[in-house]
C-alpha cells in the first residue's frame, strides 16, 4: 500500500511565525504536491516536485516555499504565517505523469492566530 | 479548458437506500483520466477509481460502481445500500496525458458532493 504521512495532523502557530509542513511518501514516487483545501475553493495547487530539488508553482504560491532535498520528503514552508494561510493542507505523491493516481496524506489542519 | 462540475454540493440518503453522485467533465483531449477520491471526516481523500477515455466499460466494487459516458461527459458514482460509514465528500477528478515530466497539467478536481448518510 502506498503510504504517504505529514508530520502533524494539527497545528496551531502564530502570526509572523515560520511554519514547517513535512510530508514523506514510502512508495518512491517522483511526483509530489502540496495542496490547500478551505471550504468553498475546493482543492487548489500550492506547489508540486517532480524531482529532487525541482519545484514548479501551482496555482496559489504565494506566501509559500517548498523544498525537496530527498525523493522521499517534501516540506512546505510558510515564511511568515498570517491569518489568511489558516487552512487544511493537503500532501500527495505519484509516479511521473498528471495521468497517475495521486495518493494524498492525512491533511494538516493549520490554525493560524 | 478543463473543468468538472459536481451539481451536487450536497445530498442526504437513509441508510440502505441507493444513491448517484453525479460528475459532468470538460476537456479537448481525447486522451484523459478521470478519478474519483473520497474524504471522510478525517480529512484524508482517498483514492477509489481510475479510468482512462478508451475504456467506457462500468465498474463494479462490492457496493460501488461507476458509469462511464463519454457521449455525456459523465463519470457517476452510484453506492448501493448505502451504510453510514460512507458519510464522506466525494469529489471527482480529471487529467489529461503528459508527456515531459515538466509539463505539468494540473488535475482539475471538482467541488466536491458532500454526502450524509442517516442511519
Known amino acids: 500500500d502506498v503510504k504517504v504521512t505529514q508530520s502533524s495532523r494539527y497545528l496551531v502557530k502564530r502570526t509572523g511565525e515560520k511554519v514547517f509542513l513535512e510530508c514523506v511518501q514510502d512508495?518512491?514516487?517522483?511526483?509530489m504536491f502540496w495542496y490547500r483545501q478551505d471550504p468553498g475553493l475546493g482543492l487548489r495547487l500550492i506547489y508540486f516536485?517532480?524531482?529532487?530539488?525541482?519545484?514548479e508553482k501551482g496555482d496559489i504560491p504565494e506566501g509559500y516555499s517548498v523544498s525537496r532535498e530527498k525523493k522521499e520528503r517534501f516540506s512546505l514552508i510558510l515564511e511568515s504565517a498570517s491569518t489568511n494561510q489558516t487552512s487544511m493542507y493537503l500532501c500527495?505523491?505519484?509516479?511521473?505523469?498528471?495521468?497517475?493516481?495521486?495518493?494524498f496524506g492525512p491533511g494538516t489542519r493549520l490554525l493560524v492566530l | 479548458a478543463q473543468k468538472v462540475t459536481q451539481a451536487q454540493t450536497e445530498i442526504s440518503v437513509v441508510e440502505k437506500e441507493d444513491v448517484t453522485l453525479d460528475c459532468v467533465y470538460e476537456?479537448?483531449?481525447?486522451?484523459?483520466?478521470l478519478f474519483w477520491y473520497k474524504q471522510p471526516p478525517s480529512g484524508e481523500l482517498v483514492f477509489l477509481i481510475r479510468r482512462n477515455s478508451f475504456d467506457e466499460q462500468n465498474e463494479i466494487s462490492g457496493r460501488y460502481s461507476w458509469n462511464f459516458q463519454k457521449s455525456t461527459s459523465s463519470f457517476n458514482f452510484t453506492i448501493t445500500a448505502s451504510q453510514v460509514v460512507d458519510s464522506a465528500v466525494y469529489f471527482c477528478a480529471l487529467s489529461e496525458e503528459t508527456i515531459l515530466k515538466t509539463s505539468y497539467d494540473k488535475v482539475i478536481f471538482g467541488p466536491g458532493t458532500s454526502l450524509s448518510v442517516i442511519p
Open positions: 516536485s517532480y524531482d529532487v530539488k525541482m519545484k
Open positions: 476537456t479537448r483531449d481525447t486522451t484523459y483520466y
Open positions: 512508495m518512491d514516487h517522483e511526483n
Open positions: 500527495a505523491s505519484s509516479l511521473l505523469g498528471n495521468q497517475e493516481t495521486q495518493y
